[in-house]
């Protein structure tokens, strides 16, 4: 059963363990009594420095202690905390923030975010408290944007706390466990990792060696896209403290979850999204290639194919010149813009109905390639994108990333696709420079097209 917090998380462990171990970051372990008076520290020091309740306030860093320890303490004045990827370069963000309402920024190891506030974490003395209020706005998390301007969902803790025990009960989570801040805090799957550990009162693993297998030899659960499993599965570097491993954020080609089961890795295949606060379906991989059912509480229909979900854990909606604007339609329904459907009580996950093109008159749904591709054991990351051609419109190229002679791979996946399916090039996947989870397929458009 998962606790129900009814203060914030870290004073209700605080009071009930409070020398247990809340972080470890392999140098440094810090008790939930420990925790809770740095968290105390460092919001009176943002006090100091004008931060008030229902602030915005960004955090640009890449993840680490000190990062978490802000972004807590943040949330312990009352503020809405907007992470940021700190690749993210200062021309996005000039065009982001204005329309955001960022009244103060603090950046860790990164430089200052322009035309705001800068913040710093320093401690100041104080018991002052900003009472825990359950419904109040907690974060903003930018979502992907496939074009145009990101998009910043606002949610409750309320619906953090909600998916967050959902997942907990599932995996079996226990405050003896320790789960990997495998994923970034400024995408939900890291933040989702940090409201899990919360709820549970168990330990947060904290890892800044970039070394993953190392980390996760400290660790039993984490949450990892299918490239991060690959790479390890290749390195056959598998920790044997891991009980369970989260996969999510893209296609989960289930060679990945066979292999990794095989290596005696438990897999849970996950669905989710930025604006439900991470995941909605989840289940044991089975080998079917499915994301598992709804999690409690979850409502999930199809429509002409089209995922659309209402759930407790959906934003408030986009957070935008100092209003929420609505993410859903009238009766509560988010329309994902995902293609799925059912298999027995299962959903799977087709691709996203923006991906699809035309070649020739025929649709082509990137993703049904890039399944077929991801079948073939070396590949690990695969994505198709459409290059305009004068006669047919629009034709697949693919970019693959794995040790793979790419003339061999065609020869492979040919008799598994349909001919208007067929790559007209082959390229490797390139590596573009600040990235978050998963390759924009905006960007490598873009890259592509600069190729010529
Ligand atoms: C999928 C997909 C799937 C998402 N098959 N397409 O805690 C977790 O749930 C977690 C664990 C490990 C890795 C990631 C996660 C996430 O949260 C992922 C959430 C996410 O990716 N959010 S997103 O806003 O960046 O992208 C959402 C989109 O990603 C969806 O609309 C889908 O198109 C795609 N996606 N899970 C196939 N299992």
Redesign the pocket.
Same mark, same amino acid.
């Given at each position: 059963s998962v606790a129900t917090i009814n203060d914030w998380p870290w004073l209700y462990w605080q009071q009930r363990y409070p020398q247990a171990t809340a972080i470890d970051t392999g140098d440094e372990t810090l008790s939930w009594q420990q925790l809770a008076e740095r968290i105390n520290g460092y919001a009176n020091g943002f006090r100091r420095q004008g931060v008030k309740p229902e602030m915005v306030v960004a955090l640009r860093s890449r993840n680490g202690l000190q990062a978490v320890q802000a972004w807590l303490s943040l949330l312990a004045c009352g503020a809405r905390v907007l992470m940021l990827n700190p690749q993210l370069p200062d021309t996005q963000l000039n065009q982001l923030l204005p329309g955001l309402g960022v009244a103060f920024a603090l950046s860790i190891d990164a430089p200052p975010v322009p035309q705001v506030l800068p913040l710093n974490l320093t401690t100041a003395a104080g018991r002052a408290n900003h009472p825990w209020q359950r419904n109040a706005l907690a974060t903003l998390t930018l979502?992907?944007g496939t074009t145009g301007l990101a998009k910043a969902a606002a949610h409750t803790f309320d619906a953090h706390l909600h998916s967050a025990a959902a997942?907990v009960g599932l995996m079996d989570f226990t405050p003896r466990d320790r789960w990997l801040l495998? %994923?970034p805090l400024f995408?939900?799957?890291g933040m989702? $990792?940090i409201w899990r550990w919360l709820s549970a009162g168990a330990t947060l693993v904290i890892d800044r060696s970039q070394d993953l297998s190392a980390a996760l030899a400290r660790s039993s659960f984490a949450? %990892? /896209?299918p490239t991060q499993l690959w790479r390890l599965l290749n390195q056959s570097a598998l920790p044997t403290s891991l009980r369970a491993v %989260? %996969? &999510?954020? @893209? *296609?989960?080609p289930s060679e990945l979850t066979t292999q990794a089961e095989a290596a005696g890795i438990r897999c849970w295949?996950?669905? &989710?999204?930025?604006?439900?606060a991470? *995941? /909605?379906? @989840?289940g044991r991989a089975d080998g079917s290639g499915s @994301?598992g059912k709804p999690l409690p509480g979850q409502e999930v229909r199809l429509v002409e194919n089209e /995922?659309w979900l209402r759930s407790p854990t959906l934003a408030q909606g986009y957070w935008r010149e100092g209003a929420l604007q609505p993410l859903t339609d009238e009766d509560g329904w988010l329309h994902?813009?995902?293609l799925g459907h059912w298999r027995q009580g299962e959903l799977c $996950?087709? &691709?996203?109905l923006d991906n699809l093109f035309f070649s020739g008159g025929e649709a082509v749904q990137p993703?049904l390639v890039e399944r077929v591709l991801l079948g073939h054991p070396a590949v690990t990351q695969a994505v198709v994108v459409p290059q305009v051609d004068s006669e047919y419109g629009h034709r697949p190229v693919a970019l693959v990333a794995g040790e793979i002679d790419l003339e061999k791979l065609a020869d492979w996946a040919a008799p598994q696709l349909t001919n208007y399916q067929h790559p007209v090039a082959w390229l490797p996947l390139p590596q573009l420079a600040g990235e978050?989870?998963?390759p924009s397929r905006h960007r490598l458009l873009a890259w592509l097209s600069d190729r010529k």
């Open positions: 979502t992907s997942v495998s %994923l995408h939900v799957s989702g $990792i949450s %990892l /896209v %989260l %996969l &999510g954020g @893209a *296609t989960i295949c996950g669905y &989710g999204l930025t604006e439900t991470s *995941t /909605v379906c @989840a @994301a /995922v994902t813009g995902d $996950i087709d &691709g996203r993703e978050g989870i998963k």
